[in-house]
């Protein structure tokens, strides 16, 4: 089911399927374009879990404003769950989405019973930033299809691009002058994210995932949030995959849901 929630400030889209008794919300990473149309192709991916939890997929807010920050994304995926009733779930985040569910687990941890942080930071290092100032740039000139371009060259590992190039570039080539808007938002805003001296008080049980083929963040920025959380939290496990993947290792690697799956069966 593909639907929208409203509140009194914003509107954001949402996809559910599967039927558990248990909530599972999944953040998505940094896009061009909204996720939620793309539904039917992250329920296949995440079957798993259908049958023991009911799954949640939500987008950013509509219209994000300027300087949106990650404490803002958090606030309003909080305000969003809160309106469809959803008080307690486990997470899983991936890239920027990895950030907003670690600062929501910081701002509402009776919500979050535990997380999945997948090729994520706990702030913007040099690597990030230099791939977050060359988007910016892209999409100020309005350039669709260096922008998609450049993307699909640092978001997944090289076999996986050279496979998918082509479609990805065309199926963005089209932007519109909203959709350069929002992704631009989402960007600036997020170019300060630092929440390294937070990580201490993430109590949930986490598993942090990362990649040495990781393009955008690096390995070590997910060992570095295992290292930050687990200093104070015995129920964190770390999973580097090797640089046979890329970023978006949580799309490439066939396992990935599999261990997510068991870390929170186990906990």
């Known amino acids: 089911m593909i639907g929208k929630v409203e509140t009194k400030d914003f509107k954001m889209s949402y996809a559910s399927f599967g039927s558990g008794d248990k909530n599972l919300v999944i953040i998505p990473g940094l896009s061009l374009r909204p996720v939620t149309p793309f539904a039917i192709a992250i329920e296949n991916a995440y079957g798993i879990f259908k049958e023991e939890y009911t799954v949640y997929l ?7 404003p300027e300087e949106y920050t990650s404490v803002d994304m958090a606030r309003d995926t909080y305000e969003a769950l809160c309106e469809l009733g959803i008080n307690k779930a486990h997470f899983i985040g991936a890239s920027q989405g990895g950030a907003i569910v670690m600062e929501l687990s910081l701002m509402h941890p009776k919500m979050v019973e535990a997380i999945g942080i997948a090729s994520s930071s706990a702030y913007i290092n040099d690597m990030s930033r230099e791939v977050l100032e060359s988007w910016i740039e892209l999409a100020r000139k309005r350039d669709a299809i260096g922008l998609a371009t450049h993307m699909v060259n640092v978001v997944y590992s090289t076999n996986m691009s050279e496979h998918t190039k082509e479609g990805y570039i065309h199926s963005f080539k089209d932007l519109s002058e909203e959709e350069f808007s929002q992704f631009l938002n989402l960007c600036i805003g997020f170019a300060n994210y630092d929440i390294r001296s937070k990580l201490s008080s993430i109590s949930c049980p986490s598993i942090i995932v990362g990649c040495e083929g990781d393009r955008v963040f690096g390995p070590e920025t997910s060992r570095e949030i295992y290292e930050g959380i687990s200093s104070s939290n015995d129920k964190c496990n770390l999973v580097i995959y090797d640089d046979s993947y890329g ?3 949580y799309d ?3 396992d990935f849901k599999e261990k997510i799956y068991k870390f929170f069966a186990e906990i």
């Open 247 to 249: 970023h978006a290792v």
């Open 252 to 254: 490439e690697a066939d």
């Open 58 to 64: 939500l987008d950013r807010r509509e219209e994000a």
